[in-house]
């Protein structure tokens, strides 16, 4: 049994030799491979959003200014109309008529006026000789003053007359786009009550939007806007509509409402947007993206580069010696497809983007470096 003992003994020492031997023979794990890379520093600004709703710059209600009844409509419905254009045309012959009397009563006015004058004339001339009462010439020189104060009367009568044949044809007051005709020929018209149809103005176009009062507070601090009109630089926005995933339309803000909305607790601003094309139709909704900070130097990360600890947001931050160690940011809001970092970087560390799984604090790693593009 000793001979058996023995021979069990050496060879578990043995055994256990070769393992630790096969141990040493692999040595620690390899670091961990992960993609590395230079947050991006260039010129940025903050920028926030709103929805808000174009409206026209100038809307009219289309009314006439005589009665009568409505004898021809002269424009296709959503035509685009010009200042000027004659839109209806009301039965102008009792305007006609009415112009024609007014002509032929001041023509009257005018001969004894004419009359008048001539006869006040004579008088005076007989006064300096003796030859004519006071009487008589007080009386002639009123019958010259009744006679101008007629003239004057139907010259009155007479631009009545001419505007109210003039106002029978109904024309665009302002150049847009005109509505459909909301009354038929041959219905009567009421001065200044029947609505015939509308027209709105499209270039350029407002665009109307809200904020709160703690963006109005920032933004006018930076930009100054309760400045009045004309006193300082326009705030250029950019102006997407519902079915534009960027804001391509250009827009500058040109007007502050004077108080804040007490119920809602926002202040309203407006935009003036180029229409050349007239695209866009009042009452349309639309995102409005409006700078709130002038330009700086920001650090840009991707946003699969930042990990988090409970409430806290930190990145990887890979040192000399290809260690990583955790750094606490705040971010920012996104630009260009990153994330923009307020505080926790200066722009010149080098930090994990890809492979934060593999990462352990204090553990060394394989790091392969990329480049960051401009814009994601």
Known sequence: MRPLFLSLIVAGLAACS????????????????????????????????????????????????????????????????????????????????????AQATLVSAQARLNFA????????????????????????????????????????????????YEFSEVKAPISGRISRRFISTGNLVNANDTLLTTIVSLDPIYFYFDVDERSFLAYNRVFNLDAPNGSGEPVAVQIAL??????????????VDNRLDEASGTMRLRAIVPNAELFITPGLFGRVSVPGSPPYQGVLVPDEAIATDQERRLVWVVGEDNTVKAQLVRPGPRIDGYRLFREGLKGDETIVV??????????????EMTTLPPTR
């Open 117 to 164: 004058e001539s006869d006040l004339d004579r008088a005076e001339s007989l006064r300096r000789t003796g030859n004519i009462s006071d009487q008589l010439l007080d009386q002639r020189r009123q019958n010259f003053l009744t006679a101008k104060a007629e003239l004057d009367r139907a010259q009155a009568a007479m631009q009545e007359a001419s505007l109210n």
């Open 354 to 367: 890809n492979g934060l799984q593999r990462v352990r604090p204090g553990a060394a790693v394989a790091p």
């Open 242 to 255: 519902t079915d534009e995933t960027k804001p391509a339309r250009e827009g500058k803000l040109d007007f």
């Open 18 to 101: 070769d393992t630790g031997e096969q141990q040493a023979g692999q040595g620690a794990p390899p670091p961990s491979p992960v993609t590395v890379a230079k947050p991006l520093v260039k010129e940025v600004v903050e920028r926030d959003d709103f929805t808000g709703r174009f409206a026209a710059v100038d809307a009219v209600e289309v009314r006439s200014r005589v009665s009568g009844y409505l004898e021809r409509v002269d424009f296709e419905d959503g035509a685009n109309v010009k200042a000027g254009d004659v839109l209806f045309v009301i039965d102008r012959r009792q305007y006609k008529a009415a112009l024609d009397q």
